[in-house]
């Protein structure tokens, strides 16, 4: 593959950061890139190389958007508090974010990350049930406090306290749980979930609520049809728990189809989490949910977050949501995804390593395998394309319960041109890369 960055210069950024960072904080591919700038859904490293960004989702309507950008230095110069004095900012904001929902989801609490959010999710459905008892897929991540991070099933904690928290399979489409897909794989999912709230209720735990990201972004965003959760819904209110809908990925228009992960699956979650492209790289994260459960919560947990809400965060944040109308970004991440989607599908006419394509509006990608007939993944290759991507130019990831999904997430502005340059070069890249486990 070409050329590379100057390699004394990354190698002694590296030996620092480990200094002080730790020597186990990773960095995205093996040549990790140092980026200096941003501009779109463009990104430049220390020497003026410009890479293509086909990945984050965090600067959501585009690196560096001026709009944002003004926003936060006007109110940064202005005033920056917290949400203990009156600010018509917040109420401007969470009057603008609840439009965007369905009833009875209209009051907001904000945070500054997701985790936080997924926390206070977690303390809400306690507040209204009284229990504990948690299910999650054995594949997700939902953040990093000391209670969040038990529900990672791949990745946990050696410490804390898990007993409350169980496990479900992560919904695959591409190899369904009972072997079918569609409504009876939807119906296998249910039943695994019934079987787990018997399981909290047997050992006393007492069930609270189903987490699970709408879109199963972490699982390798499964192509799941419209009604997949309801099943698992009604078992879920059956029993008295309630549904904690995890937006953090998929939310804000990013699957074109929707503004929510949850409206494109037809769920209808009590709680509903948000964070990463909220305010455009400015740490903004949020709980949505109905006035009664936001009441039940603050009757049975004091909460102040000195961050979350402050004048500058809401208005980076309002700043996304309007300029997410103004350019009409959720019907071009529509547009785009499908026809990248297209040329993703064409792509594996040429290369049998290319399993399955999948997604919707800009979140999107393929399952790598070594056979179709076996479906066996091909999970180092997967990891092989996307460190040969961003050494041409190309920056995108990977994922999935066998780490062999390519994941294409990139900001909202990606045009059907920035499409085109991505498959070539994915084209060239599959063409060139040896197939292996
Ligand atoms: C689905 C999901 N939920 C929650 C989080 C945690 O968000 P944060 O890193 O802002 O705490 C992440 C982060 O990757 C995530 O992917």
């Given at each position: 593959m070409t050329e590379k960055q100057p390699e004394h210069i990354n190698a002694s950024l590296i030996e620092a950061r480990k200094k002080v960072l730790?020597?186990?904080f990773p960095t995205f591919y093996k040549d990790p890139v140092h980026l200096v700038r941003g501009e779109g859904v463009w990104v430049w490293d220390a020497d003026g190389r410009r890479y293509l960004d086909c990945y984050n989702n965090v600067p959501h309507v585009g690196h560096c958007h001026p709009k944002v950008v003004e926003a936060i230095s006007r109110q940064a110069a202005t005033l920056n508090t917290h949400t203990r004095y009156l600010h018509e900012g917040i109420i401007r904001y969470a009057e603008k974010l609840t439009a965007t929902f369905e009833d009875p989801l209209n009051s907001v609490l904000m945070t500054c990350t997701g985790s936080e959010a997924n926390d206070i999710g977690l303390r809400m459905a306690e507040a209204v049930t009284g229990n504990r008892g948690i299910i999650v897929t054995d594949h997700t991540y939902h953040g990093n406090t000391t209670v969040v991070a038990q529900l990672s099933a791949t990745n946990p904690p050696?410490?804390?306290?898990?007993?409350h928290i169980r496990f479900v399979p992560a919904p695959d489409s591409y190899r369904p749980l009972g072997g079918a897909g569609g409504p009876p794989h939807a119906l296998a999912f249910a039943e695994t979930v019934r079987k787990q709230i018997d399981n909290l209720n047997a050992t006393g735990h007492g069930f609270a609520a189903l987490m699970v990201c709408p879109y199963f972004a972490n699982e390798g965003f499964p192509d799941l049809h419209?009604?997949?959760l309801d099943p698992a819904a009604d078992i879920v209110r059956a029993a008295g728990g309630v549904i904690i809908a995890?937006?953090?990925?998929?939310?804000?228009?990013?699957?074109?189809?929707?503004?929510w992960g949850h409206q494109r699956i037809g769920v209808k979650p009590d709680i509903v989490t948000l964070g990463k492209p909220m305010g455009n790289g400015h740490p903004v994260a949020g709980v949505v949910t109905s006035a009664d459960i936001l009441t039940a919560f603050q009757d049975s947990f004091r909460y102040f977050n000195t961050f979350g809400g402050n004048p500058v965060s809401c208005a980076a944040a309002e700043a996304v949501l309007d300029v997410l109308e103004e350019e009409g970004l959720m019907a071009q991440a529509n547009d785009v995804g499908a026809y990248a989607r297209g040329l993703l599908r064409d792509l594996a006419g040429q290369h049998d390593c290319i399993g399955d394509v999948r997604g919707s509006g800009l979140f999107f990608g393929a399952e790598m395998v070594l056979n179709r007939e076996t479906k066996k993944p091909a999970t180092a290759f997967t990891a092989e394309i996307a460190n040969n991507m961003r050494q041409e130019g190309i920056l995108i990831n990977f994922l999935g319960i066998n780490f062999n999904v390519l994941k294409i997430r990139p900001p909202m502005q990606f045009t059907r041109s920035n499409a085109d340059q991505l498959i070539e070069t994915l084209d060239r890249v599959l063409a060139h890369t040896e197939l292996k486990e």
């Open positions: 730790g020597v186990k050696r410490t804390g306290d898990a007993r419209s009604g997949f995890d937006e953090v990925q998929p939310g804000f228009g990013r699957i074109g189809s929707h503004m």
